[in-house]
């Protein structure tokens, strides 16, 4: 079954193509590059080059103005996924607990890489984590593997299409 709203975008970017509507498209938005496609879409591993000009400068000044934030959103990610470990615990009866020790330093390996290619940090997803439950996938880590990869190669191969979508 198709979900509505993914239905929903392909029905109103095909009718939008058809009548060659004028309305502005993700390309639009982020720009021609960013939809290119291929392996150009992946990002570069590496700092920003301007990443040490703010603490060299005022080392202290930057930390206090970072600090506050950085410590909100890594609490609120943290509690957000061992919300979602405990969920699915519960729904999972398989006889083990998850380890919440493991998922948060693996959610802080995760999210420092993230920020190390450019990307932003994230936390456990409670739709996609029941869905793969539910459907029988949630016991094992090839679920979310399989899922990360599949996302990959749908961003890398269909970039240009995802940049046409209204």
């Known amino acids: 079954a198709i979900p509505p709203t993914l239905g929903g975008v392909v029905f109103a970017a095909a009718i939008a193509k058809i009548f060659k509507w004028p309305v502005t498209t993700l390309a ?13 879409v992946l990002p570069k591993l ?9 603490l060299l400068a005022s080392p202290l000044d930057t930390l206090k103005i970072i600090l506050p934030y950085a410590i909100t959103m890594a609490a609120v990610g943290s509690i957000e996924s061992l919300l979602t470990l405990q969920l699915l615990d519960g729904i999972i009866d398989d006889g ?11 959610q802080g390996i995760g999210n420092f890489a993230a920020g190390m290619t450019g990307g932003i ?5 409670i739709g996609q984590s029941l869905i793969s439950a539910q459907s029988g996938g949630g016991v094992s880590r090839l679920s979310g593997i399989s899922m990360a990869i599949f996302l990959a190669l749908g961003i890398v191969s269909f970039a240009p299409l995802l940049g046409e979508t209204p």
């Open 28 to 40: 639009d938005i982020a720009g021609a590059e960013t939809f290119k496609g291929g392996l150009s």
């Open 46 to 54: 590496g700092l920003p080059s301007t990443f040490l000009t703010p």
């Open 96 to 106: 083990k607990r998850g380890s919440t020790k493991k998922e948060v330093i693996g």
């Open 121 to 125: 940090g994230g936390c456990a997803l």
